[in-house]
């Protein structure tokens, strides 16, 4: 009953409790992946409205629904479904979920994204009627990917106001804790390290009884400037000088050179002074982290919000993006668990998890290291006495400049992760529809190794982009709904289990049996390796080598457009409208040669990537 409910609700769009037939015809283009024919939707409105009534309040619409699920012979049952929506559509309309359901849901957030559903719990908006309306209709013709002017103005908007956040917080965290150590140094009269400014630094020869001057011991950040002792005196030990001979400036400490034992006074303030300092630190960069990822989960919520994809209340699809927004604004990596006979790491050798994960550590010391650097320049040309006041606020821009590429990596992967939703299940259904034998939703008369081919397309893509990127998983569950095979592979474990006939994650199976399809078929799903290829905003090397395998393996009529993909891929990186015409091309036109001005353009997005990944 809540599932008939809710697909009445969502069929009567403008929400007056009458449902309409072109209501109904939108609903049923929007929610479903097929297409009907005026002749089937005619039938299916004449079953519901027997009576030939203007339109249907839900008792009529439940009766005529009941009447169509028992109804073996018509058929229509299975052509039409709107308790059962497409995976873009259920972020739209809200689907009734068993309390066991939600449980089960929610047990997949773990520690970090249960923060995560906080601020989405507190930042979700309702959509209008008139916006819901609209929605429809543009889902009905497959357009909810290609963004209107407002949306892409209101994204570009969230974007720098991102970014700005990002370093604002970086600023005043780092500005703060700058300014304290400034007061340390002034109070406890040291830097905390060594404090050789404020050090007497002397080599004592014990035989001879002589204290001597050593230029050679001096820390480098030493000048030439500034000398507190000079010449050379008796004296009575090591690093004692003569009460008659030369002596440190007043209130500074000598140290030994040769037995490198400062005066206790003078580590009892260096430790208070990293004792204070500490405590800033600690306290200000737990607020920045607070406040980066903060408004990073924000403002990746408003994301959705602005490209009409509601996440709450919580579903199965809704969960997925919710979750891949989560972990984009937190910066997580992507899901490795070997799902849908998939296995992502499958070819992954140790020493790339290890060169991963030495990454994963200098990428976490990186605003360390970029402060130390302008900290050790500072020293290397500026005289030691200002220096110590100086150096804490070399971290200041560092910090400020990574929170910026931080905010920035942030926010691309949320307009990327959010809009590649609508990308895939909408480019997929469009090129698809494109072949006769799969306009019907189950393809029912596309032949085996054809609808296999299709899935192994996306398979075979994450296992070369090593993880599961969730609009590339989105695309494959939307496919295997398609195809009528996702029951078939929901319960296998990969390479690792099943026999071979579930192994969808070979690549070496999927080129083998390109020679298998027709050159219709070939191009087809060329296509769809295209699209699983550009949703995350770049074609990768071994993606590209993928897709010159199977392209090799193929018609030899087909040239090979890299070139085109690679321009695709930009283009969705900067949110500009894709059509199903740009896959054609691919396929189609001669191959694209690569200029100048694009390499220009791809070293800076990498380099802009690679500072901030």
Known sequence: MRLFRSGYDTADIDGDGELEKEELSVAIG?????????????????????????????????????????????????????????????????????????????????????LGLAVLNRNDTDMSVERRRKLMERANDGTIHELEPQQTA?????????????????????TVTSIVENIMTHVYDTDGIGDACDTCFVTCIEDKGICLQDPEHWPNGITTGERWYSGQ?????????????????AGYPMLNISSLEPDPQHLERVYMFWSFNGAALGLCTGLEIAGLYYFGLLNAVRVANCIDMRLLPMNRD???????????????????????GIDPLREEAKKNKLLNAIFAILYMAKIFLTGFTMKVLLKRFLARGGAKYALPWMAVPATAAWNALVGNAIMREAKLRGLGVAIAVEM????????????????????????????????????????????????????????????????????EGGGSTNLIDVPEDFVRDMAELTKDEQALVLKVLVLCSILDGRLRGRERKLYEQALAASDESFENNQQRIKHLARDYRSMMPITRQDFDDIVELPALPATVMYYCNECLATCALVLAC
Request: net charge neutral; proline share 5%.
């Open 428 to 495: 997929f259904n469009s090129i698809v529809l494109t072949n006769p034998d799969l306009s019907e939703h189950g393809a029912p008369g596309a032949s085996r190794i054809f609808k296999l081919q299709i899935l192994r397309a996306v398979a075979c893509n994450i296992v070369k982009h090593r993880d599961f990127y969730p609009t590339k998983e989105v695309l494959l569950k939307h496919s295997m709904s398609y195809l009528g095979m996702f029951d078939e592979f929901k319960g296998a474990v990969g390479a």
């Open 318 to 340: 809704r969960a997925t993006v919710a979750q891949s927004l989560i972990r984009a604004a937190l910066e997580l990596g992507q899901s490795n668990v070997i799902s849908l």
């Open 233 to 249: 005196q008796t004296c009575t030990g090591f690093g004692t000088p003569n009460p008659v001979g030369f002596q440190c400036k």
């Open 30 to 114: 929007s929610l479903q992946s097929g297409r009907l024919s005026t002749e089937e939707f005619d039938e299916i409105w004449k079953a519901l409205n027997p009576q030939g009534k203007p339109f249907l309040g839900f008792p009529d619409f439940l009766d005529g629904m009941v009447n169509i699920k028992l109804d073996d012979k018509s058929g229509l049952r299975d052509k039409f479904n709107l308790t059962k929506p497409n995976q873009l559509m259920s972020l739209v309309m809200d689907t009734p979920v068993a309390a066991w359901e939600h449980k089960q849901i929610m047990e997949n957030f773990d520690g970090l994204e249960n």
């Open 154 to 174: 209101d994204l570009k908007r969230l974007h720098r106001k991102n970014v700005w956040q990002a370093f604002i917080i970086g600023f005043l965290s780092c």
